[in-house]
């Protein structure tokens, strides 16, 4: 996973300075004149997760994880510089945990870790962007998303009993930037994201820059 995420990170460098470098030179097609695209597209993300608080307890292996995520959406206009978006997504998550040599006897309230932490995620994202230049875009995002196939303990006295969750329902927002390139359909950006995770009694945050194709 890590091998990935450094390679997402050399792929969006790349691209981006290959992006600048086409201001300069153009393109005799005429492309150039006009390549900022909003509508129907793909967009690739890769980066860093950090579990807040309790949930980065005494069982968590490393501070942070890493994940990766596809989506496809939809931007749409609503005013010359206001739009609006929505995308499905689906994608990984992977947390290293310790080996709890004290199973039988700990009370898990302070760690929510039975095992290491890979769930397939999918979800919906819903976004409001502002152009602040003709390129740059930043604005504010919410997103639902189930994490599954992964095994926590769940909150409260429940996680006394030993009772797990099978699955999560996180629920959160943040924040976003875009550039949209010299290279027509193309865009590049970030995004930070604040989620609590339902019955997990956890936060985490999640950081991931991505590139974004637009079809049309």
Do not use: C
Not at 46 to 62: E, M, P, Q, T, W
Not at 164 to 169: D, K, L, Q, V, W
């Amino acid at each position: 996973m890590k091998k990935l995420f450094v390679l997402l990170m050399a792929l969006l460098v790349s691209f981006s300075l290959l992006a600048e470098s086409e201001e300069a030179t153009g393109d005799v097609s005429g492309n150039d004149l006009d390549p900022i695209l909003r509508g129907l597209h793909l967009q690739f993300s890769g980066g860093l997760v950090g579990f807040v608080g309790k949930a980065g307890g005494d069982n968590a292996g490393s501070p942070i994880g890493s994940t990766l995520r596809l989506n496809f959406g939809y931007d749409i206009p609503v005013q010359d510089k206001v739009n609006i978006g929505i995308a499905l997504s689906v994608g990984m998550l992977q947390f290293n945990a310790k080996e709890n040599d004290a199973d039988l006897d700990q009370e898990h309230k302070d760690s929510p870790w039975v095992e290491d932490y890979n769930p397939l995620t999918v979800g919906l994202d819903f976004d409001v962007t502002w152009m602040i230049d003709p390129r740059w875009e930043f604005g504010v995002l919410v997103n639902f998303d189930y994490y599954a196939l992964a095994k926590t303990y769940k909150k409260g006295s429940d996680a006394l009993e030993g009772k797990t969750n099978s699955g999560n329902i996180a629920v959160g927002g943040g924040l976003i930037f875009e550039r949209y390139t010299f290279a027509r359909h193309f865009s590049v950006g970030a995004s930070v994201e604040f989620n609590y995770i339902v019955d997990f009694d956890g936060m985490n945050i999640i950081f991931t820059p991505f590139m974004k194709y637009t079809f049309f």
